[in-house]
């Protein structure tokens, strides 16, 4: 049975919303209507992905990580895989900037993820890799 993880919103990415809407907002304000389009452009792309992404651990050996309509998604075999680790960003004791799950994989390659429930996806990828 396929497994699918949601993605949560890290702090970093409210405040590139709420500063793409302030933009789109002056741009309005100002009537500097091809800023304010642009800026209103990339908070439907952002909105969207932030929404819509999701981390799937198929029965068949596949993690497809989907971005939302407007990205492609990605898929790694699971026999790529080579380690999987809880991380964080800058530390100042035990406070973290960010938490992800960094993903290292064929070729030198690494991705770092958000899902909501850490703990639970390294554990059910870490028992499905080979």
Not at 1 to 6: C, L, T
Not at 87 to 115: D, E, H, N, T, W
Request: hydrophobic share 50%; aromatic share 12%.
């Amino acid at each position: 049975m396929d497994r699918i993880f949601h993605a949560r919103i890290a702090a970093g990415q409210y405040v590139f919303l709420f500063l793409a809407a302030g933009l789109a907002a002056y741009g309005l304000w100002e009537k500097h209507i091809l800023v304010a389009i642009l800026f209103m452009l990339l908070l439907i792309v952002c909105i969207e992905k932030l929404i819509h992404t999701t981390y799937t651990i198929t029965t068949d050996g596949k993690l497809i990580i989907f971005f939302g309509r407007f990205i492609r998604s990605k898929e790694i075999l699971l026999n790529d895989i080579i380690s999987v680790e809880r991380s964080s960003s800058m530390q100042i004791g035990k406070f973290a900037v960010m938490r992800y799950v960094l993903i290292k994989y064929g070729g030198g390659k690494c991705m770092a993820l958000l899902p909501v429930k850490e703990e639970e996806f390294v554990r059910l990828l870490k028992e499905r890799m080979p």
